[in-house]
Structure formats: C-alpha cells, structure tokens
C-alpha cells in the first residue's frame, strides 16, 4: 500500500520571498510522484511529475521540486511567491497503472 | 482542445436520493478516473475505467457504481445517499492507465 504524508497543513509566506512546502511517502514498489494545485473552485492542476532520470523535476510557474529516494521525500520548492500562488497544494504518488494516492494537501497563502 | 469536462457543476440532493454525475474525457483519451474530495482533504480514489472496462476500485461501499461509454465519456451513480457523500466529485482522463492525469473542474454534491 502507499501513502502521502504533507507535514504542513498551512504555510504563511511573504511576498517574493522562498517556499518549500514538504512531502513524503511510503511505498514498497517504485513509484510516479507528482505536485498538484488547486485553486480555489477549481479542479486539480499539474504542477510536475517525477517518472524517473534526474532527481530535479521543474514544472510550471516557476516551481521546482527534488525526489530523494533515501528520505522517500519529494518537497516543492518555489524561490519567489507571488499572490497567485496562493492555493491548496497536493502530493500525490502512484505506481505504474494504478491509482493517485494524494495527500492531504497544504494551503498556501501569500501575505503581501 | 477542450479539456475534462463534467456535468452538472453543482447539484444538492437529501438523504435517500440516487444522483448520476458525468464525465467527458479529452479527445483522445480512453481512461477515466473518479475522485472524492471531502473539504479539507485530499482527493480519495473511486474508480478507474478503461476500454469501458473497470480497471480499479477504491474503498469506497456498494451504493457506488461507474460506467464508461463507447466514446468513453463516463458516469458515476451514488444511490441511498448520506450526509457524509457531500463532496467535490472529480473526474480525471488520461490516454490509458499509467499515464499522467487531467483534471476536470468537479461536480460540488451537496447532501441535506
């Protein structure tokens, strides 16, 4: 069985300044990991993907996140926020063919 | 192209009722997935179609049932429904089981 675990539910950030929201998960087979975002209303966005190859995954608006295997961790990373970054965040893993198992997620705010 | 897209955007039944949510994959796409998103949660797996055939099933009681269509749009059936089935419902398609998931905007069910 797998599971997410995101050790933050919220975290306040100030404008332009760094994030990294933190997740980790547990898995006896290897494993998909991915970075969601949903704002608020809406549906799930991809934000990226680690499959496999290099350990540092860029994805869109400027997020960043690292797979590390030996600390099965895999945290997001942003070096400047803006407030339309402010959403809900989620962690999510699966291994080939099955299901998303997500976590259950960090809101994100930017205080201007 | 059009992305996900998912019929009705909200809808409010009471205790007992049966309620039919729909799903229309992207063009394209021959797998569908249904999520449950209680507030303040991650997304929980439901159901996974591909080919018009279910390929996985979530935790999830009896009173739930999916199907897919030949042109692999997709529904899903909640009977005898309980307070506890208030959620956001989400539909995700992908090109087959495996592959990175889209998104639809959900179906916001409200129980009373």
């Known amino acids: 069985a797998q599971s997410v675990t995101q050790l933050d539910s919220q975290v306040p950030v100030f404008e332009e300044a760094p994030v990294e929201l933190r997740c980790n998960y547990s898995?006896?087979?290897?494993?998909?990991l991915f970075w969601y975002v949903q704002y608020p209303n809406q549906g799930l966005q991809l934000l990226l993907k680690y499959l496999s190859g290099s350990t540092l995954v860029k994805g869109i608006n400027g997020f960043e996140a690292e797979f590390n295997k030996s600390q099965t961790s895999f945290h997001l990373r942003k070096p400047s926020v803006h407030i339309s970054d402010t959403a809900e965040y989620f962690c999510?893993?699966?291994?080939?063919?099955?299901?998303?198992?997500f976590g259950t997620g960090t809101r994100l705010t930017i205080i201007p | 192209d059009a992305g996900v897209t998912q019929s009705p955007t909200h809808l409010i039944k009471t205790r007992g009722q049966q309620v039919t949510l729909r799903c229309s994959p992207i063009?394209?796409?021959?797998?569908v997935s249904w999520y449950q998103q209680v507030l303040g949660q991650g997304p929980q797996f439901i159901f996974q179609?591909?080919?018009?055939?279910?390929?996985g099933r979530g935790n999830f009681p009896d009173r739930f049932s999916a199907r897919q269509f030949p042109n692999y749009s997709s529904e899903l059936n909640v009977n005898a429904l309980l307070l506890g089935d208030s959620a956001l419902y989400l539909c995700?398609?992908?090109?087959?089981?495996?592959?990175?998931?889209?998104f639809g905007p959900g179906t916001r069910l409200t129980v009373t």
């Open positions: 063009s394209g796409h021959k797998s």
């Open positions: 999510a893993v699966t291994h080939p063919g099955g299901k998303l198992t």
């Open positions: 995700a398609s992908s090109l087959r089981p495996g592959n990175e998931q889209y």
């Open positions: 179609y591909y080919e018009k055939e279910e390929r």
């Open positions: 898995s006896s087979v290897s494993v998909y």
